[in-house]
């Protein structure tokens, strides 16, 4: 890891190094629940579950966090604590460009990790269960995240964050926050300057232009998301607010007038380039209330896109990114079999839920 | 109780009046417990509406709950419900439902808006929206039931006493009543007879008495004659 949440260690772009770091995700994609564990862990209780996953690639964080946690809180834990693990040793072993380019993606954790301080420390938690909470999967060190821990204001935090890539945007909200007295300012100037940073600055290739319309399609995405839920909550919120440039469905004002209208908004999805892909989860949009199923759905295309890239580019970031999905897919999974089973969920219900390629 | 009192005038006069209240007051307790019941109905019907509500917004709200948490993760979603600044309130007033104060139960800032949430709309999901919506819906059904139960019991244990209050005139004072008037009433009449028959007696006693003296002056008077008689033959 590197300087505070800045990509100091991405070096020259002619110093990548993806003929190894590919080698090393194909065996750790290798290693990744199937469809048949998928299956038998959705007939296990939680205890199970847990055991099932000590004899296998989790065995490290089950065994460590034994001792102070147990139950599904245990299994979540310990998928944070895998996935931390996972990532940060990518970020390990990429060199140059590379670096480069899977730090601007995991940079998500550390937007994780500071919204979750500013929540922690907004509603006067303790340090130690804000540190929990985190995933280290990101590109703060530890003595970076020790300082924000050790915040005890708001202020704090932000003063913390100055130099890193929060700073200027969660500075500029700060007088947002004290004004509205919610996190919503901040929260939002967070995750707006991790997607700013995704896209700012690509270099050119052909392997890092398929990267750059796989984030595009994440950004279109998250907009798409955010459109409907702003079209289904009949706040009355500046859609515009919460728009995120880099996206190449709609813009900023498009995204205010397609709000107003559902229908003219889904339409505008089906005449995208997404159409084809989300046309039958559109149907069901229509037909049912709820965006859940909606929102699974873009999941499921953006995971099967990265997994199409990584296919067509090997040597490059396309493969590292698809294992980056997939890898939090899988820890999404084993974390809704492991709650859903302790909820009382049928299997088929869960299977529902489940997003498998 | 009846040889307790005693059979005078005015205790009946009393008694008669008391009896002529407690009649009163039981024929408005009794349809004052008759509303009660009318209105308990009413009610009755509501909470059993409310209480079906709440049960089903308590199963969405925990099965959207549960889908949040098994998709999110709970870290998200303790960390989207920590970020609510605005808590809801609720301030009690009351109301009167012929004579029984019952509690009306106005809440404000139960249900919010995305951006009152306090979470950011740009990393959560759908998923955290639709359970802070069930949990709101839920709040509301809480505070419904509150209002409607409250009143429900409270409405219960007036028609309880009332039936009580009711019940202790019907069965107890009004009867007692009765019975002290009746017996006073007889205790009265039976003075009365005794009066009538006693005056008789002296009457009785008194011409016997009339009869026998002048009885005596008749034969006092007799006597004398002969003796006068007596007197002058001699001579």
């Not at chain 1, 996206?247 to 709609?250: E, H």
């Given at each position: 890891m590197s300087t505070p949440g800045m990509n100091a260690s991405s070096g020259s772009p002619g110093s990548s190094n993806p003929e190894y770091v590919t080698a090393r995700v194909r065996a750790r994609r290798g290693v990744l629940f199937d469809d048949d564990e998928y299956s038998k862990l959705v007939r296990m209780s939680p205890a199970e579950i847990a055991r099932y996953m000590e004899e296998s690639e989790y065995e490290q964080e089950i065994n460590a966090l034994g001792s102070r946690h147990s139950g599904v809180d245990l299994i979540e834990y310990a998928l944070n604590r895998n996935l931390a693990r996972h990532f940060d040793a990518l970020l390990g072993f990429a060199e140059g460009q590379l670096y480069d380019l899977i730090a601007r993606y995991l940079r998500k954790f550390d937007a994780w990790n500071v919204k979750t301080v500013f929540r922690g420390v907004y509603t006067d938690a303790d340090s130690e269960a804000v540190e929990t909470d985190?995933?280290?999967?990101?590109?703060?060190d530890d003595a970076l995240i020790n300082r924000l821990l050790e915040a005890g204001t708001v202020e704090d935090v932000v003063t913390v964050l100055d130099?890193?890539?929060f700073g200027d945007a969660v500075d500029a909200a700060f007088e947002d926050f004290q004004e509205s007295e919610t996190l919503v300012p901040l929260e939002n100037a967070v995750d707006r300057a991790f997607y700013e940073q995704l896209l700012g600055t690509l270099p050119s290739g052909e392997a890092i232009d398929l990267y750059r319309e796989f984030l595009e399609a994440e950004i279109d995405f998250r907009n798409v998301r955010n459109a409907l839920r702003l079209a289904r909550s009949g706040?009355?919120?500046?859609?515009g607010e919460y728009f995120i440039d880099g996206?190449?469905?709609?813009s900023a004002s498009e995204m205010t007038t397609l709000v107003e209208n559902t229908d003219e908004l889904v339409a505008r999805i089906r005449e995208s380039r997404y159409g084809t892909k989300l046309s039958e989860p559109l149907d069901e949009l229509e037909a049912a209330d709820s965006l859940i199923d909606f929102e699974r759905a873009l999941e499921g295309v953006l995971l099967r896109y990265s997994k199409q890239l990584g296919n067509v580019?090997?040597?490059?970031i396309c493969p590292v990114v698809a294992y980056i999905l997939m890898k939090e897919r899988e820890v999404t999974n084993i974390r809704a079999i492991a709650r859903g089973r302790e909820a009382g969920l049928s299997e088929t219900a869960i299977e529902q839920e489940l997003v498998i390629l | 109780m009846a040889e307790d009192v005693k059979p005078t005038r005015k205790n009946l006069m009393a008694i008669e009046d008391r009896i002529e209240l407690s009649e009163r007051g039981h024929d408005t307790l009794e349809q004052k417990r008759d509303g009660l019941i009318m209105e308990f109905m009413d009610i009755l019907d509501q909470a059993q509406d409310v209480r079906n509500d709440l049960n089903e917004d308590y199963e969405t709200a925990q099965r959207k709950l549960n889908m949040a948490r098994a998709m999110e993760g709970d870290v998200a979603v303790r960390g989207a419900a920590a970020a609510l600044k605005e808590h809801p309130e609720i301030t009690i007033q009351s109301k009167n439902i012929m004579g029984v104060v019952v509690p009306q139960i106005e809440s404000s800032k139960v249900k919010k808006s995305l951006d009152e949430r306090?979470?950011?709309?740009?990393?959560?999901?759908a998923r955290i929206d639709e359970a802070a919506d069930a949990y709101e819906e839920l709040l509301e059904t809480i505070i419904l039931a509150a209002e409607v139960e409250t009143a429900m019991k409270k409405m219960l244990t007036e028609i309880e006493t009332t039936k009580r209050r009711v019940n202790a005139l019907e069965f107890k004072l009004l009867p007692d009543l009765y019975t002290n008037q009746e017996y006073i009433e007889q205790k009265l009449e039976e003075q009365e007879r005794e009066e009538i028959f006693r005056m008789k007696k002296i009457k009785e006693k008194k011409e016997e008495a009339e009869a026998e003296e002048a009885a005596a002056a008749e034969a006092a008077a007799e006597a004398a004659d002969a003796d006068a008689d007596a007197v002058a033959v001699d001579e």
């Open positions: 985190m995933i280290r999967a990101g590109e703060f130099g890193t890539m706040a009355e919120i500046d859609p996206g190449r469905l709609f580019h090997p040597l490059s | 306090g979470y950011g709309l740009l990393g959560s999901s």
